[in-house]
């Protein structure tokens, strides 16, 4: 079945600095790849999504890029922030069908102030 | 409207015990689904609703587990007979589905259930 892995599985960076967190996935019909931040105690909040018609998406510090041949798709947040820290997950999803998401194991990210 | 609502918080049950799960989606919203987080995962898939018809329960992991959405909105999960490996945080999602003929399907999670089996 479809698989997600994610690296990596924690992350310090400095206050400032960019962040970047890997996915690839094994499903090559999978056109739908969210990212998801949770904090303790909450839910995950959808932060950017990508379709696969597109490579790169951004929003503000935030940017996502899509590698459909290699599978890959990435996270890049520059100007980390204090409150940028918390866990992130990559998801892929068909949208077809079920439209279940499979999500990656996540990424725990600490800002250093 | 309010986003996905989910009660209770916290649920303790003694092993053997039956317990309920309820989730409100966000109100139109047409799909439903369900995840089980164990501690330090990504969540993984249970089962998705459209409206009240329940098209997919590939996930759930024994038929201990029971989901229903009789009126196509608010969903309950059922486990029966608990085990200490159903603890975890169980959390609901919803997505409108169609929108002028696309599918929209951003999915919309509540808080989550954190489901401890002693």
């Known amino acids: 079945g479809e698989n997600v892995e994610q690296h990596p599985s924690t992350l310090s960076v400095q206050e400032g600095d960019s962040a970047v967190i890997k996915c690839t996935y094994s499903d090559s019909a999978s056109n739908y790849f969210p990212w998801y931040k949770q904090e303790l105690g909450k839910g995950p909040q959808l932060i950017i999504d990508i379709r696969s018609n597109v490579g790169e998406k951004k929003d503000q510090r935030i940017a996502v890029t899509l590698n459909k041949t290699a599978k890959h798709f990435s996270l890049h947040i520059t100007e980390t922030q204090p409150e940028d820290s918390a866990v992130y997950f990559c998801?892929?999803?068909?949208?077809?069908?079920?439209?279940?998401?499979?999500f990656g194991t996540g990424t725990r990210l600490k800002v250093l102030a | 409207g309010a986003g996905v609502s989910q009660s209770p918080r916290y649920k303790v049950a003694k092993r053997g015990q039956d317990v309920a799960l309820r989730c409100d989606p966000i109100s139109g919203h047409v799909s439903l689904f369900w995840y089980q987080q164990a501690l330090g995962q990504g969540p993984e898939f249970l089962t998705y609703?459209?409206?009240?018809?329940?098209?997919?329960k590939s996930g759930l992991p024994s038929d201990r587990f029971f989901a229903e959405r009789p009126e196509g909105s608010v969903s309950t999960l059922k486990i029966q007979r608990t085990q200490q490996e159903d603890s975890a945080v169980y959390l609901c999602?919803?997505?409108?589905?169609?929108?002028?003929?696309?599918?929209?399907?951003?999915?919309?999670f509540g808080a989550g259930t954190r489901l401890s089996v002693l």
């Open positions: 609703f459209q409206n009240e018809a329940q098209l997919d």
């Open positions: 999602a919803s997505s409108l589905y169609l929108l002028a003929g696309r599918v929209k399907n951003i999915q919309y």
């Open positions: 998801a892929a999803s068909l949208t077809s069908g079920t439209y279940k998401y499979i």
